[in-house]
Nanobody, 125 residues
């Protein structure tokens, strides 16, 4: 089992920045590929970004490319999502997730085995 706890969400004005963190505990964090997803009210959960176990590979949804950066610190068992130039359409609950195939890049939520409880990000216009 891997337990994931997100933090860092909040209310920010359009154009602002936030950095989300996801702290992992349980099994060896460095074995897992990590991802961020989000879900806005009335919408399905959507992929945001993913990072391989070594941080060598990252992949982003087109909607956040060049604005969001995923990173991880295996020594701290933590994955991050740095968000800049936020837009009202970025408003959602953000979830981090883990899958056990550390070198692979997955954008489908069904490929992830473990999920956090989510953190709310609200961007005002």
């Amino acid at each position: 089992q891997v337990q994931l706890v997100e933090s860092g969400g909040g209310l920010v004005q359009a154009g602002g920045s936030l950095k989300l963190s996801c702290a992992a505990s349980g099994r060896t964090f460095s074995n897992y590929g990590m991802g961020w997803f989000r879900q806005a009210p009335g919408k399905e959960r959507e992929f945001v970004a993913t990072i391989s176990w070594s941080s060598r590979s990252t992949y982003y949804a087109d909607s956040v490319k060049d604005r969001f950066t995923i990173s991880r610190d295996n020594a701290k068992n933590t994955v991050y999502l740095q968000m800049i130039n936020l837009k009202p359409e970025d408003t959602a609950v953000y979830y981090c997730a883990a899958h056990p195939y550390g070198g692979r890049q997955y954008s489908s939520s069904g490929d992830y085995h473990y999920w956090g409880q989510g953190t709310q990000v609200t961007v005002s216009s």
